[in-house]
Each structure stands twice: as structure tokens, then as C-alpha cells.
């Protein structure tokens, strides 16, 4: 049977090559360790884990949730949005609960693109908001992130007749893969430009409680009349250590939150009541929780940082997120290095051209990883770099 022509335009899996020699390695008894998956390795606390068992029990749990959300865990995240960011959102209309981000991000895309409508995307980038727009028939428009500009994309080179066309504009701060936060003056900048081209801002804040500053990095809701144009995808899946759990929230315009929920309403339905309570106690009550986190991620990116150093390299400590985004040295490729480096010591290393074309001649570490076996990966590299 032939495949849609949907799934046959997915691009080709960029770590395939990567995965296979992994597999060669292990075969061959060698010990692999991993720096390339950005997933927490702690556990999620204890106090989110003992209110899903206590909520599991309630019969009212075992029926069907509602697609969009139960209220309690909207209003839960609206009280979140207002204590962190000075934000005030209308549990009803303003606030739909997810499967987890990503699914909202891959969701969005059905409800307003039509085939051939471009999407501007940043690159590189999270690889769902380009494969979402294809699966929903349509084209990507690639926005460079670049060092050089922070990178931050520079809408002033979005050629006018796309951004005319363009549907929705999808952003990332702080930025995975590349560590960066963005400003509130950028946020309003993206406001404007959306507000004269009439496209929806998408805003994946996944990494809003990574940071290691003394700012927290901004909610684009807080830009005067940001509601208007935008909606902001979070998750509970980073803060706190709850990737598995498959529980998120888009928050902002009605009219985008309501089409949201109207996709939802006919393609699921919705997140397990007791995993959203488990949700709201997180949101309540786990707060040291992140505390902990980005000291121990601080922790891990100093002991890369320092290490670095001290073979000559120059490297910063990373502004936000777990990830480190780095040039490979002369010579090499994204993919060459990958594979230079895995082969000579078997450490795992994303190829940055997995992000985007962009994304070619940079590497991505991740500190999710235990620190000593982050420590011993770093021993490992010292005889290869
Ligand atoms: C991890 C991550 C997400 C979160 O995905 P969930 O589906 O909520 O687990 C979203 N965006 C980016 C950029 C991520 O790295």
C-alpha cells in the first residue's frame, strides 16, 4: 500500500547514522555515553507522584476526560501565569490543557494552514513546528538563527510577499537548541511585526524555568496587546522532570485557543483527570523542585564549560535550557564530528544540522545526564578534541 503523500515528504531521520553506529558500539560491548537526548534524568517529585496515586483511585478520574482540559488545571495554570509573569488569563477561553506541548504544537498547524500557506520557522529549531506544518499540507519558511544576532531571527529579512502569506510564525525562547533567551523588546518586536502581516505567533516556552540569570526569562504575554496575535505553549515536562507524564497548556488569543480545542475536541480527548491533578501539585507545590534543577544543571554546565577551557576552547556558561550549542572545530562537519568523536569515545553528540540547515557546523550537548557520568564523558573527550 502506498503511503500519503503527507508521510512520504517527512525528511529522511537525520541521527540514523548516528543510531546505527551506537548500535555497532554497543554490540561490540563498548560503554556509550549519551549527551544527545534532552530529557531529565531525575524523577519527578515525590509529592506529584503520591497526588496521581491518590487521585488514580476517584471513579470520576476513569471516565472520559474533557478534551480541552478539567477548569481546576486551567485555573491552576492561570494563578501560575499570573504570579510568574504578572499575566491575567481567563481559565475558560484563554487556556487549553495538552498531551504534552509537542501535541499542541503539531495541532496547531490543522487549524490554519492550508496547503501551500507557509509557516515561518525558526532555524535551526524544535523539529515539530516544520513538521507539523507539513503534515498539514504546508511549506516552511526557514527563519536563521544565527550567532551573530543572538539568535534571535531578524524579521526585517523576511521578504514582504511571505510574510504577507506567511499563517503562523513559530518561536522558541529560551531556545532549544541554542541555549539563547530572548528579550521582552524582542517579544514586542514579534508582536508588531505579526500584528502588520496578520500571522499568529506560536511561542514554545518549554524552557521558561531553566535559566541560570539573575532575570527570568519573559512570558511574550506580557507584551501590551500580545493576546491579540499570540498564543504560548508550556509544559510540566521540563520543570518538573515529567517528560512521561504527557501534560502541557496553550495559553493567550481565545479565537486561536477555542480552534485549538475544537481540533482536540475531535482527535482525542483529552489528558487523564488524575495526571492533571498531578499536574496542578506540581504547579503548587513544587517550586524548590526547579530550584534543585537549575542548580544541578549549573553544576553539569560549568564542569563542560571548564573542561572546555582548559583544552583552549572558549565557552560561555549557558544563558538558559540544559543544552550547550557549540561550534565544531575547523574541518569538520556536524555529522563528521558526531561521528568522529562517538567512534573515538564513544560519547553521543547531536549533529547540529538535526535542527535545520542552519544548524550546520554546531553540536549540541545536553546536561541531562548524570554529573559523574557527565564527568567521565568529559575525561573521555580529553584525548580526542
Ligand atoms: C521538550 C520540548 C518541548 C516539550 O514537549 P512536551 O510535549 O511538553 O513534553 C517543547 N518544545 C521544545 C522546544 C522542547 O525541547
Redesign the pocket.
Given at each position: 500500500m502506498q503511503e500519503a503523500k503527507r508521510i512520504q515528504q517527512l525528511p529522511p531521520y537525520l541521527f540514523a547514522r548516528i543510531e546505527q553506529k551506537i548500535e555497532e558500539l554497543k554490540a561490540m560491548g563498548k560503554d556509550v555515553i549519551s549527551l544527545g537526548i534532552?530529557d531529565p534524568d531525575t524523577p519527578t517529585p515525590d509529592l506529584v507522584i503520591e497526588e496521581l496515586c491518590r487521585q488514580a483511585h476517584f471513579p470520576e478520574h476513569h471516565r472520559y476526560p474533557s478534551s480541552v482540559g478539567m477548569l481546576q488545571f486551567r485555573q491552576a495554570v492561570a494563578d501560575w501565569y499570573s504570579q510568574r509573569f504578572n499575566v491575567d488569563l481567563d481559565p475558560r477561553s484563554e487556556i487549553v490543557t495538552?498531551i504534552?506541548?509537542?501535541?499542541g504544537?503539531a495541532h496547531i498547524n490543522l487549524c490554519y494552514v492550508n496547503p501551500g500557506d507557509y509557516n515561518l520557522v525558526p532555524d535551526p529549531?524544535?523539529p515539530?513546528y516544520g513538521i507539523g506544518t507539513l503534515l498539514a499540507g504546508g511549506q516552511v519558511y526557514p527563519m536563521p538563527l544565527l550567532e551573530e544576532g543572538g539568535f534571535l531571527p531578524d524579521f526585517s529579512r523576511i521578504p514582504e510577499d511571505t510574510a504577507a502569506k506567511a499563517k503562523l510564525m513559530f518561536l522558541?525562547y529560551p531556545?532549544?537548541p541554542t541555549g539563547a533567551e530572548a528579550s521582552l523588546e524582542f517579544f514586542q518586536e514579534a508582536v508588531d511585526f505579526a500584528r502588520e502581516y496578520d500571522l499568529i505567533i506560536c511561542h514554545?516556552a518549554?524552557?521558561s524555568e531553566i535559566y541560570f540569570g539573575s532575570d527570568k526569562p519573559p512570558s511574550i504575554l506580557e507584551v501590551k496587546g500580545a493576546k491579540d496575535v499570540a498564543i504560548e505553549?508550556n509544559?510540566?515536562?521540563?520543570p518538573y522532570n515529567m517528560?512521561g507524564w504527557?501534560?502541557?497548556w496553550a495559553a493567550g488569543n481565545s479565537r486561536v485557543i477555542d480552534a485549538l480545542g475544537r481540533i482536540k475536541s475531535n482527535m482525542d480527548s483529552g489528558q487523564f483527570q488524575a495526571v492533571q491533578a498531578a499536574g496542578m501539585a506540581a504547579l503548587k507545590h513544587a517550586g524548590e523542585n526547579v530550584v534543585k534543577m537549575r542548580r544541578i544543571y549549573a553544576e553539569r554546565a560549568k564542569i563542560v564549560v571548564d573542561f572546555l577551557k582548559e583544552i583552549g576552547w572558549n565557552v560561555k556558561q549557558p544563558e538558559a535550557t540544559f543544552y550547550m550549542w557549540l561550534p565544531v572545530p575547523e574541518g569538520y562537519t556536524s555529522t563528521s564530528f558526531a561521528e568522529y568523536v562517538l567512534e573515538k569515545s564513544a560519547v553521543v553528540l547531536t549533529p547540529g544540522n538535526g535542527y535545520g540547515k542552519y544548524g550546520e557546523g554546531y553540536f549540541r550537548i545536553s546536561l541531562t545526564i548524570e554529573t559523574e557520568r557527565l564527568r567521565e564523558a568529559m575525561e573521555r573527550l580529553k584525548g580526542v578534541l
Open positions: 534532552g495538552l504534552g506541548s509537542k501535541e504544537i529549531g524544535y515539530v522558541n531556545n532549544n514554545d518549554a524552557y505553549f509544559s510540566l515536562s521540563k517528560t504527557r501534560i502541557g
